[in-house]
């Protein structure tokens, strides 16, 4: 299952090749995934972001 992370209040920060994006607590129910888990994002097409749990496999990516 996949999260459209919603990014209206969500805040990047790179650092050391990484990018940590930290979730308002109010958007939290929003999205599949626990709290420090390592998940992998790619672009939607409309400008957006896709966040899924690194754990997870997805068909439709293949």
């Known amino acids: 299952m996949s999260a ?3 990014t209206r209040d969500a805040k990047v920060q790179k650092s050391n ?3 940590r994006i930290t979730i308002p607590a109010e ?3 929003e999205v ?3 709290a420090g888990e390592t998940v992998l994002m790619r672009p939607t097409e409309d400008g957006g972001l896709v966040v899924r749990g ?4 997805w068909e439709s990516d293949y």
Do not use: M, N, Y
């Open 32 to 34: 599949d995934f626990e």
């Open 54 to 57: 690194a754990g997870s496999v």
């Open 4 to 6: 459209g992370l919603p």
């Open 17 to 19: 090749g990484s990018v």
């Open 27 to 29: 958007v939290v129910s």
